[in-house]
């Protein structure tokens, strides 16, 4: 009984360690979001160019999508471009918005770099990024064909990333449509 | 005298400064007790970019864009209440920097008592253990008559 008891603090400390242990490799800065199985927020962004047409939620519907934010301002997203214009080479659709940014500037920056985009709306204010719960960019949903978010992920689309999680979502969610 | 005068300069201009937060200008409200409120709540929520700080304190640009955001909300007629549920509809209750007292959250604001309460048990334990280990010392029948003879009045002066 006695050396049971001595052995509590012990044990709480080895629950501590591992605790510690695993919040090493936690990313704080990857806060979950609120909108996972909850329909896409209304929204309708004019086209980075004119006479370009722009992104309204209402056209994310029908199959699933891969809704990606981005910036020209976004160094992050320069680094994640070439894995999203390989999927758009392997027939995923991706749409984009262009976040807290001038329309002409990320018009510029997907002529530059290319553009792996089905259809991008440019988000000047950046008030649907707020309404995405959008912490930076770049930042990628994925979106099934009821227009609901299926998944967010933060950060550059990593080919881990897409392999692991991503390709396998998008498959599960084109057979349940 | 001279001394006087500078440590005069140096006092006004201690007074002069103050606290320096990340508000701008442009972005306070002209309404000084909605602008109060403004800055109230924004002291309680989280910068979701810089995530130790306040929107109040940050810098970063989204900060800005909430803070503009939250003095819309408040124009616009919302109670705090319902500005602050606005930007947890879409951050979560991430951006409280109070979280609420639910399911949830349970852990985290009961847990400190909960070891408190532990701690309380294993310690009484402890004691009630060492209590029972360590009798009353008896004295033996020859120290007992030592005791008494040193005790005796005529042995105390």
Not at chain 2, 60 to 78: I, K, N, Q, S, T
Request: proline share 7%; aromatic share 8%; glycine share 8%.
């Amino acid at each position: 009984m006695n050396r049971a008891i001595a052995l509590v603090p012990a044990g709480l400390f080895v629950a501590l360690v591992a605790t510690f242990y695993f919040a090493l490799f936690r990313d704080p800065s990857k806060i979950p979001s609120v909108l996972i199985d909850k329909p896409l927020p209304a929204f309708d962004l004019p086209g980075v160019e004119a006479g370009v047409a722009g992104l309204r939620s209402s056209d994310i519907r029908g199959e699933p999508v891969l809704l990606n934010v981005f910036g020209s301002w976004c160094i992050s997203c320069v680094a994640e471009h070439p894995m999203l214009l390989e999927l758009q080479r392997r027939g995923v659709v991706i749409d984009g918005i262009d976040w807290r940014d001038e329309a002409i500037n990320g018009a510029k920056w997907l002529d530059q770099n290319g553009n792996p985009y089905a259809r991008v709306g440019n988000d000047r204010t950046g008030r649907t990024g707020i309404d995405l719960g959008v912490t930076g960019a770049p930042e990628t949903f994925v979106v099934d064909a009821h227009g609901r978010v299926r998944y967010k992920h933060i950060g550059p689309i990593e080919p881990d990333d897409w392999t692991n999680t991503i390709e396998p979502l998008m498959r599960k969610l084109r057979s349940e449509s | 005298m001279r001394r006087a005068h500078i440590g005069l300069i140096l006092g006004a201009l201690l007074a002069l400064a103050a606290p320096a937060y990340a508000v701008l200008p442009n972005e306070q409200l002209s309404d000084s007790a909605l602008e109060a409120r403004a800055r109230h709540i924004s002291q309680e929520l989280r910068c979701v970019v810089c995530q130790n700080q306040t929107i109040d304190d940050s810098d970063a640009p989204l900060a800005h864009d909430l803070r503009v955001l939250l003095r819309e909300r408040l124009l616009a007629g919302d109670t705090d209440e319902e500005a602050k549920a606005y930007l947890v509809k879409r951050y979560g209750n991430y951006v409280l920097l109070k979280p609420p007292f639910e399911r949830e959250t349970y852990l985290l604001w009961l847990g400190p008592f909960l070891v408190l309460a532990l701690g309380g048990v294993i310690a009484g334990f402890y004691l009630a253990d060492r209590s029972r280990m360590t009798p009353e010392p008896q004295l033996s029948a020859a120290d007992r008559a030592k005791l008494d003879d040193l005790l005796k009045p005529e042995n105390t002066e």
